[in-house]
C-alpha cells in the first residue's frame, strides 16, 4: 500500500468519528442547560450523610437543608440535627451569579459557639468529614462555568441512560489548587441535562474519587436527585447522601439564610 492509499484508508476510518463527534453539544453548552434546568425557587429536604472508612465503621448525620433563588443568587443552610455532639452544627452559603466576586459561606460549630468564615481557598477542603467538597455542596447538581475548560469527549451509559461524557479542566493553577483537581469527567444524562456520574483526578494526576447521582425522579414536576454514593480512591473512604421529604412548594422565609439563623437553628 502507496502513502497515498493509506492516507485515503486512515481518512475513510476516521470521518465517521468526526461526523458522530460534531454532533455531539459541546462542553460549555452542556454546562449551560445543566443550569438551566428548573430547580424551583425554593427548597426544603432532609438530607442524612452516612460516613463509611476503610475498614468499615460507619458515622451518621442527619440534617435538615434549605435552598432559595433570589434570581440568580442562591442561598443554601445545612443545619444538622444528629448526633447530639454534632446537633446545631450550620453551614450557611449566598452564591453569587458575578463570576468577580467570591461567594460568601460560613460555617457555625455550636461547640465553639463562634462563627466561621471559609475563604474562597478553602473550597476545596472537605465538607465535614464527606467525601464532597464545600464547593459540590454548594453546587448541588449544577457546574461551577468560570473554574473550568470543557470539551465533550465521548458518550456513555450510567444505570441505563445514555450520557454525554465531558472532560472538566481547571482554568488555571491557582483554580486547580484551591478546588484540588487536575481534572473533571462527568457524564451527564442527554434527556434531563443531570449528572449521573462524575470522576475526580488530584492535582497530580491520579484518580482520586468517583460519585454516582442516582435515585433521580420528579418532585412536584422537579427532576431531583435523591441519593449520591461517593468513593475516594486513595483513602477507602465513602459517603452516601440520602435526601428524603424534598419540598418545593412550602416555601422559605429569607430569614432562614441570616448569619444569626446559624446559631438559632430550627
Not at 466576586?101 to 478553602?122: E, F, G, H, N, T
Request: charged share 35%.
Amino acid at each position: 500500500m502507496n502513502y497515498r492509499s493509506g492516507w485515503l484508508l486512515a481518512g475513510m476510518l476516521l470521518a465517521p468519528a468526526l461526523a458522530i463527534a460534531a454532533e455531539w453539544p459541546n462542553g460549555d453548552e452542556i454546562a449551560r442547560r445543566i443550569n438551566a434546568r428548573d430547580e424551583g425557587v425554593a427548597v426544603t429536604r432532609n438530607l442524612d450523610m452516612r460516613m463509611t472508612d476503610r475498614h468499615g465503621k460507619t458515622r451518621t448525620r442527619e440534617t435538615r437543608a434549605f435552598r432559595k433563588y433570589y434570581g440568580d443568587e442562591k442561598r443554601t443552610l445545612i443545619i444538622y440535627l444528629k448526633p447530639r455532639n454534632v446537633k446545631g452544627t450550620a453551614f450557611l452559603t449566598w452564591d453569587y451569579p458575578d463570576a468577580d466576586k467570591d461567594d460568601d459561606q460560613w460555617l457555625y460549630l455550636p461547640a465553639m459557639r463562634k462563627v466561621r468564615r471559609i475563604s474562597a481557598s478553602d473550597r476545596g477542603d472537605y465538607f465535614l468529614g464527606t467525601d464532597l467538597s464545600y464547593e459540590e455542596i454548594k453546587l448541588e447538581s449544577r457546574v461551577a462555568i468560570d473554574d473550568y475548560r470543557r470539551k465533550t469527549i465521548g458518550e456513555d451509559e450510567v444505570d441505563g441512560h445514555h450520557c454525554y461524557v465531558v472532560e472538566s479542566i481547571p482554568v488555571d493553577a491557582k483554580i486547580a489548587r484551591e478546588l484540588g483537581y487536575a481534572k473533571v469527567e462527568q457524564c451527564v444524562d442527554s434527556e434531563i441535562w443531570m449528572v449521573r456520574r462524575a470522576r475526580f483526578w488530584d492535582t497530580h494526576g491520579k484518580p482520586l474519587k468517583t460519585a454516582y447521582f442516582r435515585d433521580i425522579r420528579r418532585v412536584q414536576g422537579i427532576w431531583t436527585q435523591h441519593r449520591i454514593e461517593v468513593e475516594n480512591h486513595k483513602s477507602g473512604h465513602k459517603t452516601l447522601f440520602l435526601f428524603s421529604d424534598v419540598d418545593y412548594a412550602a416555601g422559605v422565609p429569607d430569614n432562614r439564610f441570616s448569619r444569626n439563623a446559624l446559631k438559632r437553628g430550627l
